[in-house]
């Protein structure tokens, strides 16, 4: 089945530093999905990339599309202490068809801790 | 306030009982799914449903079930067969089909039901 890996696993900075982290499919994917969970919540979408070499920015945060469609990346500008969480990637699976029905891949995801 | 909302927040049970999850949405989605969570692990899909009354299994279906009623509703019960039901369970929804924002791909998450079977 698909698979997503993100990379860091973790990643421990100083207020005020950017961060960057990645993910990667071991197949095409037309969408890149975002989140970010605070600890004992849900997660919560942060950008939507729906076309290849799309830059997409929320505040702060700017989200990329690869080119090769199979991967996608994060960055954070400025980091704040509430930009602590766990970061994941996720991407919609295929039916034998290749049409997607909701069934989104999630990758294990990159655990943010930001030090004031 | 739209949103999906997931009682009760915590849960304990005994072995071998079985245990119904709750899941209700008001943001008149058509699509809705439950997630499993393990500690340091992502999230692995275990069903959903695209339309009332109609619902499939996802990668890790065994030891559950799930209804849909309601276009509202998708109650997951987490039955005596589930080896190893300790785990926090995430319900999310989405518009469906045709719909603006995303169709199936944009999910909102509630907020989660965390589950301890003692």
């Known amino acids: 089945g698909q698979q997503l890996n993100q990379s860091p696993q973790s990643m421990f900075i100083q207020e005020g530093e950017d961060v960057s982290m990645n993910c990667t499919s071991s197949?095409?994917?037309?969408?890149w999905l975002w989140y970010k969970q605070d600890p004992g919540e849900g997660p919560v979408l942060l950008i939507a990339l729906y076309k290849a070499g799309e830059l997409t920015s929320n505040g702060r945060l700017t989200a990329q599309f690869g080119i090769t469609r199979k991967d996608s990346f994060l960055n954070i500008s400025a980091s704040i202490p509430s930009d602590v969480g766990i970061y994941f990637c996720?991407?919609?699976?295929?039916?034998?068809?290749?049409?997607?029905?909701?069934?989104?891949?999630f990758g294990q995801g990159t655990i943010l801790t930001v030090h004031p | 306030d739209g949103g999906i909302t997931q009682s009760p927040k915590y849960l304990f049970r005994k072995e071998g009982q079985n245990v119904t999850l709750s899941c209700e949405q008001n943001l008149n989605h058509d699509a809705m799914y439950w997630y499993r969570q393990d500690p340091g692990q992502g999230l692995r899909l275990i069903y959903y449903s695209q339309i009332v009354n109609d619902f499939q299994k996802g990668d890790i279906a065994e030891g559950y079930s799930v209804s849909r009623e309601k276009k509202e509703s998708f109650p997951l019960t987490v039955t005596s067969a589930q080896k190893n039901p300790t785990a926090f369970y995430l319900c999310?929804?989405?518009?469906?089909?045709?719909?603006?924002?995303?169709?199936?791909?944009?999910?909102?998450f509630g907020p989660g039901t965390r589950l301890t079977v003692l």
């Open positions: 999310a929804s989405s518009p469906g089909p045709g719909r603006l924002a995303g169709g199936y791909n944009e999910q909102f």
């Open positions: 197949s095409i994917f037309n969408t």
């Open positions: 996720a991407g919609p699976g295929s039916n034998a068809g290749g049409t997607s029905y909701g069934k989104l891949t």
